[in-house]
């Protein structure tokens, strides 16, 4: 993993290794954008870089690429380097506190965020290359946990870096952003996509992917789980639904001669009754694509994960 292995995300790049060459590197950053565009794995690939022990920050220049084959990057591949952390809201399971684990890991809470990030900040660098961290959905950071982090990031212990992942950050409170070099990160391109997603789904039809890439904002990610949930299929049947519902004329509201209240009557039932067999259709599919995000994240709750997949269907 390295740099050149991330597409279409020039201005990250370029702003990272402009800061390695000038030996002026934040100690937090913010990578925001789109959800499936490539963040962590960019921040992957800084902290191979950075943990490398053959080049990283004690190269001359800014290195592009790690040299994959020390007991650093080796470590980093397998994600078990000690001095890399990945913290993200699930990690509430893991918590020595009983009444931690007990809750909903919806947000990145106080408590995860001082045992997880906080108190390993002080700790001295295993190997001697300094400490990364990378946040997960790093808006759904509490208020009170950004409150509590603020010290961190003004006064890091030397070696020691931050990326957080946002895709929305007006979440985030002024005081915690101002702390922060942002970074943005692009939607990606139809053209891409397309060409990505044809060998990661090699059972989908030209049309499928093609459809998926259009559909996907720019999103790789969202591209890759709307095909699993086969969303082409859900659209197909909402169109059908739509197709087969037709403005009912209302007889004191049409110009020329009047029709046959009694068939006009008729006519509306019929109507209303096709909208609201396709009102129970989407409910119907809403819940089955609550089923799906309800395995995916087992701590949203039966409303959230029907809110979804109402969002999904409009």
Request: glycine share 6%; proline share 6%.
């Amino acid at each position: 993993m390295s740099f050149l292995d991330l597409k279409h995300q020039e201005y990250a790049e370029r702003t990272i290794l402009r800061a390695m060459a000038r030996k002026r590197i934040p100690h937090a950053y913010i990578f925001h954008g789109p959800d499936g565009v490539g963040k962590e794995k960019f921040a992957r690939a800084c902290a191979r870089l950075f943990l490398c022990e053959a080049k990283g920050q004690a190269a001359d220049s800014a290195p592009r690429e790690a040299c994959g084959t020390c007991p650093g990057c080796r470590a980093v591949a397998g994600e078990t380097h000690p001095d890399l952390h990945i913290v993200h809201r699930y990690q509430s399971r893991e918590h020595p506190d009983a009444d931690v684990r007990k809750r909903k890991g919806l947000e990145l809470g106080v408590d995860v965020i001082r045992h997880f990030l906080i108190d390993c900040v002080g700790l001295t660098s295993t190997r001697g290359r300094g400490k990364i961290f990378i946040v997960r959905e790093a808006d759904r950071i509490t208020p009170q946990a950004q409150n509590a982090l603020l010290k961190t990031l003004e006064e890091p212990p030397q070696q020691t870096f931050l990326f957080l992942l946002v895709s929305s950050p007006d979440r985030l409170l002024p005081t915690f952003l101002s702390r922060c070099q942002s970074v943005r990160f692009d939607a990606l391109p139809s053209e891409f996509i397309t060409a990505q997603l044809t060998p990661l789904m090699p059972d989908l039809s030209t049309q499928h992917v093609e459809w998926y890439a259009r559909s996907s904002c720019g999103s790789l990610g969202w591209a890759v789980t709307a095909a699993k949930d086969e969303l082409f299929e859900l659209n197909e049947r909402i169109v059908k639904g739509l197709a087969a519902l037709h403005q009912p004329e209302v007889p004191h509201l049409t110009k020329g001669p009047r029709i046959d209240p009694a068939k006009d009557n008729v006519s509306i039932a019929r109507k209303v009754a096709e909208a609201d067999k396709n009102a129970k259709a989407w409910a119907e599919e809403a819940d089955g694509l609550g089923e799906r995000y309800r395995k995916r994240d087992p701590d949203i709750t039966d409303t959230e994960a029907t809110r979804r997949g109402l969002e999904t269907i409009f």
